[in-house]
């Protein structure tokens, strides 16, 4: 699949500000004052620049809000609900605790779910597509959600939740890379399959003497060696790294930071393979495979 930059800084952007709204959210840590309105706004900078750019991506961005109409079926519809709720939701928690006067636990406790809500119906509009074999899979919730959990407990300064996560996410992420390296095939999707020709149908010559619309957003080539340099900062830069810093360097803000950081770059190297490697079915018919 084309990696669109607007979908990749969305998905990366969004899953941290939301991580790190659940967090705040359930008081991990208890932040008052200035404290607060640097981590609750982070947190919602994060969320709204992620939910914004994911715009840019939309054939009419001015049509975005038609996105809220088709909650009954729609993945992005539900994500767009989930995601307007938690920031309603947390609006006066966010208020609250910069002005000192923390709010009853119930609101932290929904806005939470709703914030993991938010994250889960993001993987689910890629996990849900049968014709991606690499998305069509439960394990691209997990990682959406240790991602934006990992990130959020890193800026939040949540020490042990942060080790937990980031230690996790490293075997995680191997796994993944791995076993969606051979999903495709396990599906057992070919040129037969697609067209329901009779056996061993061959390509003889391109349906199309330009590109057209399925082949730019749907057919993607990436190297060997680009692919595996860039899985390789992907696990040390979002896991290793982070999860190093974690466990043995005081949780000062400026390591928290730093920490963030380099959890970044391993997250937009993971979400760029995400998209790059996916191999829809319709590439079978211009033989991509």
């Known amino acids: ?67 809220y109409t ?32 923390p709010m009853p636990a119930h609101f932290g ?19 849900q597509l049968a014709t991606v074999p690499r998305w069509n899979h439960g394990s691209v919730p997990a990682i959406f ?8 407990a890193i800026l939040a300064g949540a020490q042990i939740p942060a080790a937990v996560l980031t230690v996790l996410l490293a075997p995680l992420l191997v796994w993944s890379f791995r076993d969606g390296d051979t999903r495709f095939a396990r599906r057992g999707e070919t040129l037969q399959s697609a067209t329901g020709l009779g056996p061993d149908p061959r390509v003889l010559a391109q349906a199309h003497t330009a590109p057209n619309y399925l082949m730019r957003e749907m057919i993607f080539r990436v ?8 899985r390789i900062i992907a696990v040390l830069c979002a896991a290793v790294l982070p999860a190093a810093i974690t466990l043995f360097v005081p949780p000062i803000p400026p ?5 963030f950081l380099i959890h970044l770059m391993g997250a937009f190297a993971q979400r760029w393979l995400f998209f790059a490697e996916a191999e829809h079915v319709v590439g079978l018919y211009y033989g991509a495979r």
């Open 70 to 101: 088709q909650w009954r079926t729609s993945w992005l519809s539900r994500e767009a609900w989930a995601a307007t709720g938690t920031l309603v939701l947390l609006a006066p928690v966010a208020l609250a605790a910069v002005f000192g006067v």
């Open 109 to 127: 406790i929904v806005g939470t779910v709703l914030a993991l809500l938010t994250v889960f119906s993001t993987a689910q509009i890629y996990a």
């Open 255 to 259: 390591v928290r930071v730093g920490a």
């Open 223 to 230: 190297g060997r060696k680009h692919s595996r340099r860039l």
């Open 1 to 67: 699949m084309h990696p669109a930059p607007s979908v990749i800084v969305f998905s990366v952007l969004s899953g941290a500000g939301f991580g790190l709204l659940a967090f705040l959210a359930l008081g991990l840590p208890i932040v008052l004052g200035t404290d607060a309105l640097l981590l609750w706004g982070a947190g919602y900078a994060l969320a709204v620049t992620g939910l914004v750019a994911s715009t840019f991506h939309l054939g009419n961005p001015r049509r975005a809000l038609k996105a």
């Open 145 to 152: 959600l240790v991602f934006s959990l990992a990130g959020g």
